[in-house]
């Protein structure tokens, strides 16, 4: 890790619009498998209250996943958020959303875990790994966070966006990537 | 931490209510989410004796949860304890219970994990915050239990109370928050 | 822990009946419980290679449960091993099951995570207690698993004592509790 | 470990068949066991991400299986695999599986956890272990994961193979067993 970067408060002031992958970032990353089929996630509960505060300054969120699961639209209406599933091209999904909500990429942040998030995370201003991606991904974003997937990295990243914005951030022990 | 503060000692011993938060302090904050939208929680099966225990000696407990969901009341109904759901303001929700139960605040234990707990905690007695709460509730406790939430937070916190009310507790590696 | 104790070794060869504790014993000491009111727990699928090795060597095994708990059922049946639930004394259902089987208490076994294990615990000539019990417990027992318990606990007793009847136990690494 | 083998590499170019024991390789090892008998695993997002890879590039992959179990079918089926269970003696469903194919036994490899494993880590060129895979089972293998059963063995392993066939593959890091 290096040092703080500056740019990194002012890349979190500038964001917009918020995407987040879904496996390996809402979640643990791991899929419980029942014998009928039925699979379920692990999340975070105090994700909620982080993209609560999000949206309560009018910062848009978004989940992208590659897999059409129907786990993800359930995890995704708990948190009254907007998903897009069945997603072959995440990097092009990213620039749709930012036209359809007329935000620029550089004011938009990415999240992802794998090396399937690495064209999407390239073509935002904001890209961000989670503690625990795999390491092909952490050279191409300006921030990792210190919780993994699943474990408040999601509510990690509301908190220093919303902190940056309403210049509350803490920035003691924050560093880029 | 800092060393045994003898008050922690006193404040366990006037304790006649404890109030915990659901959510991270009798589960490990992970929600299950499956595709058909059923949602289950992880709990501590010895969190049961130490509640048992608590009752065995009058000391009323409840729970106190933000959002109604099945699962509090099948945990509580588990565990024979009351609980009240979709609570807005829980510091209110901490008062109106002693009033109920005739406690006054001082004699209230409460249990949190995360930053909308704080106002709760500042209301009693005797707040606590379980190992793994949100960094920005420790400044608000008294003590801060070594097990996480979900991993025996709860019997930790009802060993502690039993023990200084029979007089049997090993005060050995015991420190205020 | 102290050095290895030869009498480990004896006892484990004359250990003709092996009792189990359920929950923090074959499970991590969870329970995952749905909205719908629906428990679950997490068991550890090598343990039954251990079980199984030990019936092929006549080895009598049991669980004993204080909570009736149709999960209990479901997985003794898939280990093809009896058990008992709903029991409110579990020393006496330890006494009970030797005269039952015809195995005198000194060659009986007796693995158990919580307190009110203890009383079992000091009626058999083998208590032992898995890796993450609570302390209070380890007073009790002549072995502490190296494995805590739901994650391969009852699969190392199983070892253990398949190796000291067929003797070929490797003792290094092997400590009294 | 010992320092890299640069037969290790010769061994994963030569793979043109990988077969997967389940419990304990795809998955934690773990069973989720609910009180009405449904049985459920736990698996990591990222393998299927692996195994589509190697797929790609014409590596046939099985799934072998002591017990039979719905769950077993359930997870093969999402990943597009075959599987066989019910398989009372694994080595020889492993030479089975390469005469069908058409595959030398040197030219597969085996991924095991349990010491139920090790006759058919003898059978196969390339004989692997998960990172948490039973002690005696390392003996017999000529690679040992970093990852553990169900948290991304199984991709790391058709990393290696798919990297070491495309002649990508970072050296830095691996070792043999």
Known sequence: MMEIVPDLVKLLRAVRLVIFDFDGVFTDNTVLVSQDGNESVRCWRSDGLGISR?????????IISTEA???????AN???????QAVEDKAQAVLQACMDLGVHPTE??????DINDIAALKSVGLPIAVA????EVFAHVAYRTTKPGGYGAVRE???LIFHAKEDTLDLVGIYAA
Chains 1, 2, 3, 4 share one sequence.
Not at 54 to 62: C, Q
Not at 69 to 75: A, L
Not at 78 to 84: E, F, V
Not at 132 to 135: E, F, G, M, R, S
């Open 132 to 135: 625990d991606a795999y390491p």
């Open 54 to 62: 999000l949206r309560s300054i009018g910062i848009e969120t978004l």
């Open 69 to 75: 699961n129907p786990v993800v639209t359930v995890r």
């Open 157 to 159: 990243i509301c908190d």
């Open 108 to 113: 938009t942040a990415f999240i992802g875990n």
């Open 78 to 84: 708990k948190l009254k958020m907007a998903c897009k």
